[in-house]
């Protein structure tokens, strides 16, 4: 719908002041009290941080910092619908009843036409499936019956919840319904996706016949598509509606309505394949679990449903069949970075003896599935065990292949990440059968051949000056410290934000040292030398820079110590001071090199007095450098264990 009118500003206004920003924005993201406000991941860019977006119910204002996105309930609806600011006014005034006039009072009934059209296609498939429900219940409907209270074991509960229902067999049967006793265009029941033109002669046909009929639900709870299994031999097993005004498979997912609340409520969503597998879930009391209608898990859906859980705990319950395996493995392609850096906390829970969830139900308690949940391998373990799953590693080709295939998986792994550490030697561990020595040749072969390789990248390195080299490296032993010595961050703070003894000027780093001061602000982190849980500031930051690909990559090496960095760090006091010291050394080698241009550039003899300046200037940052140079040379006589302060130990840049 597009309006080609103008709105009355007393409308405009009315809308603005009923509008609850709150409600709305709650209907498409998890919200959670924040003091006065509210909070929850930003839908406007694919991001992760489940406080982002801040929602301002004073100000019935909205703003995310890190898009930079904001403004009221109006604009909200405009962004995330790509909809026109005159088509959300006048959705928002039905909403809330406000009277809709216009600049010109005679499109009155033009304008009441368009903004009913979607709400009557909404209203063409609430009755539908009223017809289908009652259906169900009727003569025609007792096999369909039986099938979900008797080898689907469903309870009357479950199928009034989900809205169950049956088509009957006749090919006009729901046409003569909706368009000859209800009086429903015959256009709008077409539009709707529930009848087809017949491919020869005039007239239409019902879409769904004979089948077991499942509606879809939008977010908010209402009918917008539906699944229908055939109860016999007739192809497609399943039959869903076609894309429609209302419908658009790819951004769907079956029960999110039902499921979104206590997805959020236990920070956990389960993935499954088919209806049924999420009907008998939520039947047995795991209300987490949303379906994909048979199809790969996208990433639209994918950042649908990371709005929902903080931890972005997502476990996929896909089949055990070659077909479900294959569909797990491509479930990941749309969040395959955040998967590998461990924001996403991925698994892949396979159920014994190749049954789906709807069938395990059948013969074990939820208690039991929980505890298979709960056993769920992470993604890579899981991948991993399909690599060597039927190998005869004893056979060299079959070795060759798998230890290949597990080093390529691996090499998504961040460089400087503990998953890698760890991967490396669990991977070295399965492919030796259990040799110690073995275990260990493999485990070096691995990290050999993942030495030379950039995580995600296929740029080369830049190359660096040796003074541009020194300084990124004493910059980054700074906020390595900072990150993970809490001990260490009064300190660090009062040389860095207070004394102002140093700055960043990598512009990398300067990002990371201004995003930590923001939580320091924030009340998100502090300078105490013991943290909530280990590495709590870390994984914030973490989460924070894996939504932006460019920055993550820039920062890895801070957020993630390799083995190397920790031995570095090992005596990290010294370590400090080396690096404060030698960023001051950099600093005045720069004032050095600009009081000596200027001097160079200078009519000493016309100004004397700014000839001795420049020359007392050089002479300071020379003695200046001196002394740092010195003290540089005793910080590495400490890290190697020497004694002596010799001048033969300055460090040369």
């Known amino acids: ?38 909070r929850g991941a ?48 006048l959705d928002l005034a039905k909403r809330y009843n406000v009277p809709i006039q216009t600049v010109e009072p005679e499109k009155a009934q033009e304008i009441q036409r368009q903004i009913s059209h979607r709400d009557r296609l909404y209203e063409v498939m609430a009755l539908t499936t009223s017809f289908y429900q009652h259906a169900l219940y009727a003569h025609q409907g007792r096999a369909a019956l039986a099938y979900l209270t008797e080898k689907r074991q469903m309870s009357q509960d479950t199928i009034q919840k989900f809205q169950l229902g049956y088509a009957p ?48 639900h939008d977010t908010r709870g209402r009918v917008i598509a539906f699944g229908g299994r055939s ?36 920070d956990r969503a389960i993935v499954v394949e088919g209806y049924f597998d999420a009907i008998a879930l939520h039947q047995a009391g795991i209300g987490q679990a949303i379906a994909t ?36 493995e491509k479930a990941i392609a749309g969040f395959k970075e955040l998967v590998f850096n461990g924001t996403v906390q991925l698994r892949v829970l396979t159920i014994p003896d190749g049954k789906d969830a709807d069938e395990y139900l059948k013969q074990h308690s939820a208690g039991a599935y929980q505890g298979l949940l709960e056993n769920a391998p992470l993604f890579l373990d899981w991948q991993i065990d399909q690599i060597l799953s039927g190998q005869d590693l004893n056979q060299a080709d079959r070795f060759q292949k798998s230890s290949q295939a597990i080093a390529q998986l691996l090499n998504n792994l961040p460089v400087d990440s503990f998953f890698r550490t760890h991967y490396i030697h669990t991977s070295a561990q399965k492919l030796s059968q259990g040799n110690s020595y073995l275990a260990l040749r493999l485990e070096q072969d691995l990290r050999r051949q993942l030495r030379n390789t950039r995580w995600n990248s296929n740029k080369p390195a830049p190359s660096l000056s040796p003074t541009t080299n020194a300084l990124h490296s004493a910059e980054a032993q700074l906020l ?25 000027t990598q512009s990398n780093h300067r990002y990371l040292w201004q995003t930590i001061l923001n939580l320091l602000q924030a009340n998100k982190t502090s ?54 010291a030698k960023i001051q050394y950099i600093m005045c080698e720069k004032h050095e090199k600009d009081w000596l241009s200027k001097y160079q550039s200078t009519d000493v003899i016309a100004n004397p007095d700014f000839g001795y300046e420049c020359q ?30 010799s001048d033969k130990n300055v460090i040369e840049f």
């Not at 209800?182 to 017949?198: F, T």
């Not at 300078?527 to 820079?545: F, K, N, R, S």
């Open 1 to 38: 719908m597009s309006a080609q009118y103008q709105i009355h500003k007393d409308t405009i206004d009315q809308v603005s002041q009923r509008a609850d920003i709150v409600d709305i924005v709650s209907e498409r993201v998890v919200l959670r009290k924040s003091g006065a406000n509210f």
């Open 42 to 89: 930003c839908p406007f860019h694919n991001g992760t941080n489940a406080t982002a977006l801040t929602v301002n119910p004073s100000r019935q204002m909205y703003h995310c910092f890190n898009c930079g996105a904001g403004g009221g309930a109006v604009k909200f609806l405009m962004e995330i619908d790509k909809r026109s600011f005159s088509d959300v006014v």
């Open 169 to 216: 067999a006749g090919w006009e049967t729901l046409m003569g319904y909706l368009v000859q006793q209800k009086q429903i265009p015959m256009k709008l029941v077409e539009e709707a996706g529930l009848i087809v033109p017949r491919k020869t002669g005039n007239g239409f046909y019902d879409r769904f016949r004979d089948r077991l009929m499942i509606p879809i």
């Open 231 to 266: 109860l016999g031999d007739e192809e497609p097993k399943y039959l869903n509606s076609p894309e429609t005004e209302l419908f658009s498979k790819g951004t769907v997912l079956f029960a999110m309505d039902k499921a979104r609340d206590e997805i959020a409520k236990s």
């Open 293 to 328: 209608m048979g199809v790969a898990l996208n990433a639209d859906q994918m950042k649908q449903l990371l709005r929902y859980t903080e931890s972005k705990n997502v476990i996929l319950n896909f089949d055990a069949d070659k077909a479900g395996i294959t569909a797990a």
């Open 480 to 504: 390595q410290i900072y990150l993970h010595f809490p001990q260490h961050r009064a300190y660090l703070y009062q040389e860095i934000a207070e004394e102002e003894n140093i700055e960043f």
């Open 527 to 580: 300078l105490a030398t013991e943290e909530p849980y280990p590495d709590h500031l870390v994984q914030q930051l973490q989460i924070l820079c894996a939504e932006q690909e460019e920055v993550a990559q820039q920062l890895q090496h801070l957020l993630w110590l390799d083995e190397n960095s920790r031995v570095a760090l090992l005596r990290p006091q010294i370590v400090v001071r080396t690096a404060i």
């Open 616 to 645: 007392a200037k050089i002479k300071e940052a020379k003695q200046r450098k001196a002394e740092i140079s010195k003290q540089i040379g005793v910080n590495y006589l400490d890290l190697s264990g020497g004694s002596s302060t």
